[in-house]
């Protein structure tokens, strides 16, 4: 069992920055593969980014590669999302969500947090 808790969201303006931040508790941060999701009103849950349990490797969502960027800390068991250029399409709910390995895909994921909204203003 791991139990995860997002912070960091918040109102930005277009073109400003943000990080969200993930902490871990439960079980071994370091077995688990990490990902962040969003959600949209009105929108399905997208996948935003993911990496390797060691975090060697990282991917993104087309619509966000180059603008932000994933890591990890396993030694203080926190996962962040570094948001940068920030455009109003941003706007979410965003969570944060662990699983075995890897996937782009939501239903692979067996843990979740509860969210943390990030708003950005035109």
């Known amino acids: 069992q791991v139990q995860l808790v997002e912070s960091g969201g918040g109102l930005v303006e277009a073109g400003g920055s943000l990080t969200l931040s993930c902490a871990a508790s439960?079980?071994?941060?370091?077995?688990?593969?990490m990902a962040w999701f969003r959600q949209a009103p009105g929108k399905a849950r997208e996948f935003v980014a993911s990496?390797?349990?060691?975090?060697?490797?990282?991917d993104y969502s087309d619509s966000v590669n180059f603008r932000f960027t994933i890591s990890r800390d396993n030694a203080k068991n926190a996962v962040e999302l570094q948001m940068d250029s920030l455009k109003p399409e941003d706007t979410a709910v965003y969570y944060c969500?662990?699983?075995?390995?890897?996937?782009?895909?939501?239903?692979?994921?067996?843990?979740w947090g509860q969210g943390t909204q990030v708003t950005v203003s035109s």
């Open positions: 439960g079980s071994t941060f370091s077995n688990y593969a």
């Open positions: 990496i390797t349990r060691n975090g060697a490797i990282t």
């Open positions: 969500a662990a699983a075995l390995v890897t996937s782009g895909q939501s239903n692979r994921y067996n843990y």
